[in-house]
């Protein structure tokens, strides 16, 4: 895949990679529990289509292993996001994790990038196809995006009451031993840094 710094949308099989943005005057029991997950935007149920933010992610490359390109990714755009780093909970749950101004001077004060300290998580985008290294062309190769433990990403429906997300009804992006429905991405709209 592409062996550079760059910017672009996450689509599936199933839709475009979004992120859940609840409010507290909508959903006062379960707001807090979904806002800043990653979802598909078409496995989000009727009612909770207009609760999404459309976003575009950085990818920071890092190097090439074992056939996989390992990247940083974060989020490009959307000022409640923008710069969060794409992160999972030890149970697998993906979202983005510095945001909003808590986030944001946390970060600051605690003046700590994970990635820089090797402590944060990174991503495998293990393509099917080789690459023939036409930027056009990338759009084109499906892949699997895996966490750094090797773990494909699912679109995962929270159905045990001891997850995070156990108060929703919707599928949510997970890389762990959960069962789910293992996803198919495509990058669009790239950029290069």
Known sequence: MIKADFTAELHTHAGRVVVAESSIGQHPFTWLDEDGWLCVDNHRNKHARDEIVRIAFD???IKSEKGRDLYYISCNNHWKFAGARLEQNPRGWL????TGVIGRVT???ANFKPQLAGLGDYWKIDSFDDWDGDLR?????PFYLRDKHGHRVASTRPEDASTDLSLTFDSFLNASATPGQILTFYLKNIRLA
């Open 59 to 61: 990818f920071t490359y």
């Open 95 to 98: 979202g983005l994790y510095g």
């Open 107 to 109: 970060d600051a004060v």
């Open 137 to 141: 062309s990338a759009e084109e190769i």
